[in-house]
């Protein structure tokens, strides 16, 4: 059944969202200066560069809080304590309460919160919380995206030579997945692109491509956290956002997603994938 949602309870989740993005952003600065005194202790989930702090756990502690007070019947599918929520048609609050947790670990800038609400399987809100850049990216469905309150669009640029693109490292550093990362980064390169980068967090990555610092970034093996809140971002900044594999399609539960300025760009994205069995080989499938 497709559910519907007014305006007054958007109105009402534009603003638990981004109360819950500020107080999980002050815990990540917090912890950043406690971080010069004393190492922060991660452990490592799926495998040994998979990382989670206890930072992780306490921002979507206070996050969900938050959105509960506000939304008590909505569903929440989040990556600590929640990440085998079913995702229904009912509204449900996707959360990353830190993306980028590597670089986060590691002192980087490029951490966040990523903060999503989904409708029939659709995001519908998006508010992207960067502490150590002091930027927070928000945007709801027909309303615009905006980068500190300012508008933000995508990149004009149509062709993929004028462009800087995002290929993330996996997690999954099997041979198969680590040749075929690099064999697309080296056909990129050599094409040449402007640049590629290799940033840590994929919520933001989603952000850049929406304020036009780049034109393309995908990625699989990622989960709905990961990808939810960007995606609305992005589309209404003016850009697509689809499934790695297929430019038709897009699915939060499918574990990938490539966005750009426009398709003319992201089409060459799923035709690399395909051509180096990105997903198969990233996914062990
Ligand atoms: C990470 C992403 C990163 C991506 C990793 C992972 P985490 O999320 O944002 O960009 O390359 O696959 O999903 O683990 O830091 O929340």
């Known amino acids: ?39 922060v202790e991660t452990v490592a989930k799926t495998n040994s560069t998979d990382l989670v702090t206890m930072y992780d756990a306490q921002c979507e502690e206070e996050v969900i809080n938050i959105l509960k007070s506000g939304t008590p019947f909505y569903n929440i599918l989040s990556e600590e304590t929640r990440s085998d929520v079913e995702l229904t048609n009912d509204p449900t609050w996707v959360v990353d309460p830190i993306d980028g947790t590597t670089s986060f670990v590691h002192g980087f800038y490029d951490c966040c919160v990523s903060i999503a609400l989904v409708v ?11 502490p ?11 309303r615009g995206a905006f980068c500190n309150g300012q508008r933000i669009f995508v990149s004009e640029s149509t062709t993929l030579e004028e462009s800087v ?51 393309m970034y995908f990625e699989v093996n990622i989960h709905a956290w990961d990808y939810a809140a960007g995606t609305i971002i992005v589309r209404e900044a003016g850009g697509v956002v689809h499934d790695v594999d297929d430019t038709e399609t897009y699915d939060l539960m499918r574990h990938g997603m490539c966005c750009g300025c426009c398709k003319e760009i992201t089409a060459k994205g799923v035709e690399l994938a395909r051509k180096y069995d990105y997903r198969n080989a990233i996914m062990d499938l």
């Open 1 to 39: 059944m497709v559910v519907s949602i007014s305006e007054t309870e958007i109105n009402v989740a534009v603003d638990l969202a981004t109360r819950a993005a500020a107080v999980a952003s002050a815990i990540i600065n917090k912890s950043i200066e406690e971080r010069q005194s004393a190492m």
């Open 120 to 130: 029939n399987k659709e995001p519908i809100l998006g508010v992207i919380s960067a």
């Open 132 to 142: 150590r850049l002091q930027e927070i990216f928000t945007a709801v469905k027909g």
């Open 165 to 215: 693109v995002f290929v993330h490292q996996s997690y999954n550093r099997s041979q198969r997945a680590v040749d075929s990362v690099i064999a697309i980064q080296t056909e990129l390169a050599k094409l040449p692109v402007h640049s590629l980068r290799n940033n840590g967090a994929a919520a933001l990555d989603m952000c850049f491509v929406a304020a036009g610092r780049a034109e």
